[in-house]
């Protein structure tokens, strides 16, 4: 089934790298469709303006309800009927975190559309009224400021695609990479390959031995020791996806 992804910013040309390799090849292929939207176009006044003060005062601006609702309204008439409700995803700092988990359970959607806020963020009534016609996630990429939501959604999209049936070449490597990335699993081994010399820098010797056994104990010992020392919250982290 071919997953359908629509993005609505003031810098719609933010997303023309999707078109490029990976997903480009998905959308080559049929198994995706991605369409950027301008905010502006649903703009109407001379300055096409999209954002003002902020009631209560304050510093910053706010993006105006008008030009979302129209832009929303506009996705959800395009859509075929009887239909299920879109997802609606809207990066920001305040949103849960997204994760792995997130990502694999995004990946089963349909639609999805992603809401790009700059400036301090969208009057708030646009997800109050989102709530009601989009299944809507308000997520955050992590604990720093971006100055909008599109390289968020850049990189949730990525993370999203990736795991969408037929997307990847080679399922197998999502097995692997998928246990160690997702944030319950421990950090990923250090990893070489030819020439064995470099630079006067060698290549451990438990890693051509042919002993496969010496290989994966030394493997988890390595990922052990990185993930205790960056990421000890993930240590014994009793999950369902980690007996
Ligand atoms: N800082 C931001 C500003 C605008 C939209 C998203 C964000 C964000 C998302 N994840 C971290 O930050």
Known sequence: SVMRIDTISIFPEYFAPLHLSLIGKAID???????????????????????????????GMVMKPEP????????????????RRPVLVVPTPS?????????????????????????????????????????????????????????????????????????????????????????RGMLEYPVYTKPSQWRGLEVPGVLLSGDHGAVDAWRALRSREITAARRPDLLDQESPDRP
């Open 95 to 183: 949103g849960r975190p997204f994760t792995q988990h997130a990502a694999a359970e995004l990946a089963g959607a349909e639609h999805l559309v992603f809401a790009c806020g700059r400036y301090e963020g969208i009057d708030h009534r646009v997800l109050d009224w989102a709530d009601e016609h989009f299944e809507l996630h308000e997520l955050s990429l992590g604990d720093y400021v971006l100055n909008g939501g599109e390289v968020a959604a850049l990189a949730m999209i990525e993370a999203i695609v990736r795991l969408v049936p037929g997307v990847i070449g080679n399922p197998d490597s999502l097995v692997e990479e998928s246990y160690s990335a997702s944030t």
């Open 68 to 83: 979302w609702g129209e832009a929303l309204d506009s996705i959800l008439e395009q859509l075929p009927s009887p239909r």
């Open 29 to 59: 292929h049929g198994l995706l469709e991605v369409s950027s939207h301008d905010l502006r176009e649903f703009t109407h006044d001379r300055h096409r303006s999209v954002d003002d003060t902020p009631y209560g005062g304050g510093a």
